[in-house]
């Protein structure tokens, strides 16, 4: 059997998504359970699928000998070997891991992809997008990569939440139809309904402004102007709350005076001393409905989820 280090390396190497192509399920459900399993391409034993007599035992041990499948594909390519050859297997494998290769190191490739596709991608896919686009000032890109992953989101939720969508409008229009509000992203408890408001901004949104009196910084205007746009979305959205969720046709969400977060900025970048910490850390714990969160304190979390599974 393959070690443990070995099928993690393999699990991270294929996007915690299967191989078989066009299926790419992802394995990780929840940002937690994981169900994928590793499929042998020349089984080790001479009564499995594809043994290959020539091989010696320790060759069939190593990761190249192996992919990663959902439960379902793993049967079907074990219980028909004469059509899914060992080699049809290794060519799939590469070009899974070629494709996820790509989708990992290419910011360029992420950044225009549609935001009208639907296709989800891993947390560990989401990752390596935020590892190599972390000075991305692209508003876009964040919406798309959040919107494609919303695991990373609703991980940082202490109820079990989910994306009930993005881009959601909350009310305001005129008379005339216009000057409605979007706010970002809605998520809902998976057991009560009620709602939460996400208003994202891009890793390089200021956090503080001038320093103020030797001891203190102010906060910065992109970052006050959240704060105060993100409780107007939800003023908003409780005043036609019922027309809302009427028009909705459904029972999936409510307003019970609902919590906001703001995603905004790094602490890494820009916080280089005490004396900032203290300011920016003062300043959003004395907030009671409105949550603010760095890019990297939220892409940190992520990671964790991921080394706790593995």
């Not at 989910?162 to 992203?185: E, R």
Request: glycine share 6%; charged share 25%.
């Amino acid at each position: 059997m393959l070690s443990a280090k070995a099928k993690r390396e393999l699990a991270v190497l294929s996007g915690y998504k299967c191989s078989f192509p066009g299926c790419e399920q992802n394995l990780m459900l929840d940002g937690a359970s994981f169900i994928g399993q590793l499929a042998s391409i020349e089984a080790v034993h001479s009564h499995g699928p594809r043994h290959n007599p020539s091989k010696n035992e320790t060759s069939l041990l190593e990761i190249d000998n192996y992919l990663l499948l959902c439960p379902n594909h793993h049967v079907i390519v074990d219980r028909q070997p004469e059509i899914y050859s060992a080699e049809w297997l290794k060519k799939a494998r590469e070009d899974h891991l070629k494709n996820i290769s790509g989708i990992i190191s290419s910011s360029k490739e992420f950044a225009e992809v549609k935001l009208d596709d639907e296709v989800e991608i891993s947390l560990e896919q989401a990752l390596g997008v935020w590892r190599n686009n972390s000075e991305n000032p692209s508003e876009e890109v964040w919406q798309n990569l959040l919107k494609k992953c919303p695991s990373v989101l609703s991980q940082v939720f202490p109820q079990s939440m989910f994306q009930l969508g993005s881009k959601c409008y909350v009310g305001g229009k005129s008379i005339s139809n216009s000057g409605g509000n979007l706010v970002d992203f809605i998520y809902a408890s998976k057991l009560t309904g009620n709602i939460v408001l996400v208003e994202i901004k891009t890793p390089k949104t200021k956090l503080l402004g001038k320093k103020y009196r030797g001891n203190a910084y102010s906060i910065s205007e992109e970052l006050s102007g959240s704060f105060v746009q993100v409780l107007n979305y939800k003023d908003q959205l409780i005043k036609e709350y019922y027309k809302l969720s009427h028009n909705d046709g459904s029972d999936t969400f409510s307003a019970f005076n609902p919590k906001c977060l703001v995603i905004a900025g790094t602490l890494e970048s820009e916080l280089q001393e005490a004396t900032q910490y203290k300011s920016f850390e003062l300043f959003r714990n004395s907030t009671t409905n409105v949550e603010i969160l760095t890019y990297d304190e939220l892409f940190q979390k992520t990671q964790d989820i991921l080394d706790m599974v593995k």
